[in-house]
């Protein structure tokens, strides 16, 4: 049952989505949490990526650029989906953006390192790789023994729909270089990401996370500018798979009675105290709109059995998250 009633005014405890001092604007929103503060990344600017900070995951403040395209760049706009990893006393940004000059577009990953989370970051290999197809949408993830792995999909069109296939492969240590072929891991095949077989078969957007012994990846399925992209999760004994599907997916779906389109390409995050689990996405600014601005919002997750719960999506007053520093 809904009910119609006047808008009130969240509680200094509360928050509601979606999150900013007003909405934050942003695509594949990313969070990097390092000494008490998170930053901010994604596809948010047609130059490059500005960076925000924040202390409670809820209100941001614009730290300015994190990287920006140069005159000798080796790419042409836009840019996307950029990521952030701690490694080694560095801080390591994976990025997408288009080969200068290449008709018809080519798309590559490059890695750009900084002292500093919140940048400037400069170039270190761009384009990291060249596998032949195009590679964006890319994931670090860091095993419990300390070998580096790449995560990230394959995008491209054929036969008259356009796909995205999420592989795998491991890196050198010092994430200059792949170490074998990148590995299939993930297409399109349940039921709900099929909904649009015709024109679109994607998986994309992977965020890996290990939890009890088990690899866990978070992706996004269909097409992005539709209510039906949303966010799956996936399991697997061994960093490079099999992985299987939860049957429980999509575990973040559309929901257009709460206004809430098209949830996805997620990162995931702890409270300040580190005692819960948030999911990072982003949603359609306005649902009426799909192909309009996006914007930034955070739930409650949970680890549940083989795979992730989400509580939400929410459009509600929620708690702050915990050990959110009093001001």
Known sequence: MLLAACPIAPAADTYTNPVGNKPVVIGDPFVLQHAGKYYLFGTNAPDGFRVS????????????????????????????????????????????????????????TALAVSDRPEGPYKDLHAPWFDPGYSVIDADIFVDTDGTPYLYFSRNGSQDGYSYGIVYGVKLTRDLAKLVGEPVKLLEASQPWERINWADNRCNEGPTVLKHNGRYLMTYSANHTGRPGYGIGVASSDNPLGPWVKNKANPILASHLDIGVSSPGHNSITLSPDGTEMFIVYHTHADPKNPAGDRVMNIDRMVF????LRVIGPTRTPQPMPSGTPVK
Do not use: C, I, N
């Open 304 to 307: 549940d059995g083989d795979g």
């Open 53 to 108: 900070v924040s202390t409670d995951l809820v209100h941001w403040t614009d730290a300015g650029y994190a990287w920006r395209k140069t005159a000798d760049s080796w790419s042409d706009p836009p840019y996307w989906a950029p990521e952030v990893k701690y490694y080694q006393g560095k801080f390591y940004m994976t990025y997408s953006g288009r080969v200068r000059g290449s008709k018809p577009a080519r798309l590559l």
